[in-house]
T-cell receptor, first 111, second 113 residues
Framework: SQQGEEDPQALSIQEGENATMNCSYK?????LQWYRQNSGRGLVHLIL?????REKHSGRLRVTLDTSKKSSSLLITASRAADTASYFCASIIQGAQKLVFGQGTRLTINP | DVKVTQSSRYLVKRTGEKVFLECVQDMDHENMFWYRQDPGLGLRLIYFSYDVKMKEKGDIPEGYSVSREKKERFSLILESASTNQTSMYLC????????????FGPGTRLTVL
C-alpha cells in the first residue's frame, strides 16, 4: 500500500512561476524526504524534514510539514526549465526500517 | 560526492535467462537497496541489505534474489527472467540507517523478451 501520495499527478506551469506539490501520508512518520527524478535517470535527494520540524528551506525549495494533517508540500519558487522532472515524497513509518515512496508529481516548466 | 553506479543502463534478455544486475557504491555506506519502478506503481522495494551478507525482503521479493559479499557491492539476481520483470531497476545506498537519505544510481532499464 502507498504511504505517500502526491498531488497533483502532473503539473504544467510557465517558467518563472512557482510550483507547489503536495504529499499526504497515512501513518505517523519519523521524517519525510523529497526527491527529484529527471526522465530516465535515478532519483536525487532534495530535502529531508523531520517530524518535529514544520518548515525547511534549501535555495529555491521550501518544504512544509503538517503532522496533524499528515501532509507535506514542496514549493519551488521562480521555476526554471531545468526544474522539469518528477518529484517524489518518501516517508519513514514510525517503527519501520525503510522509506516508502509516493507515485510522484510530473512537473513540466514551459519556456 | 557519493557515487552509486550500476553495471548497465540498458539490458535486453530472453525469458528464462539468469540475469545479474550489479550496483557499486564508493562511500562506505552500510545500507543498500534495490527498487523497481513501473508507470503508475511508483518505486517498489525489492530487497535491501544493512550489512555484508545480510539481506531483508522488501515489498516485492518474489522472483528475485540478492547477494552482498562485499560492503560496496549489491547484486540483484533474476533466477529465471520473465516478461513481467521488464522494468527500470534502481539501486540506492544510505550511510548508517535505512532511514537516512538515499543516494541512487542512474538505473538499469531491463527488457525481457
Amino acid at each position: 500500500s502507498q504511504q505517500g501520495e502526491e498531488d497533483p499527478q502532473a503539473l504544467s506551469i510557465q517558467e518563472g512561476e512557482n510550483a507547489t506539490m503536495n504529499c499526504s501520508y497515512k501513518t505517523s512518520i519519523n521524517n519525510l524526504q523529497w526527491y527529484r527524478q529527471n526522465s530516465g535517470r535515478g532519483l536525487v535527494h532534495l530535502i529531508l524534514i523531520r517530524s518535529n520540524e514544520r518548515e525547511k528551506h534549501s535555495g529555491r525549495l521550501r518544504v512544509t510539514l503538517d503532522t496533524s494533517k499528515k501532509s507535506s508540500s514542496l514549493l519551488i519558487t521562480a521555476s526554471r526549465a531545468a526544474d522539469t522532472a518528477s518529484y517524489f515524497c518518501a516517508s519513514i513509518i514510525q517503527g519501520a526500517q525503510k522509506l516508502v515512496f509516493g507515485q510522484g508529481t510530473r512537473l513540466t516548466i514551459n519556456p | 560526492d557519493v557515487k552509486v553506479t550500476q553495471s548497465s543502463r540498458y539490458l535486453v534478455k530472453r525469458t528464462g535467462e539468469k540475469v545479474f544486475l550489479e550496483c557499486v557504491q564508493d562511500m562506505d555506506h552500510e545500507n543498500m537497496f534495490w527498487y523497481r519502478q513501473d508507470p503508475g506503481l511508483g518505486l517498489r522495494l525489492i530487497y535491501f541489505s544493512y550489512d555484508v551478507k545480510m539481506k531483508e525482503k522488501g515489498d516485492i521479493p518474489e522472483g528475485y534474489s540478492v547477494s552482498r559479499e562485499k560492503k560496496e557491492r549489491f547484486s540483484l539476481i533474476l533466477e529465471s527472467a520473465s516478461t513481467n520483470q521488464t522494468s527500470m531497476y534502481l539501486c540506492a545506498s544510505s550511510l548508517y540507517s535505512t532511514r537516512d537519505t538515499q543516494y541512487f544510481g542512474p538505473g538499469t532499464r531491463l527488457t525481457v523478451l
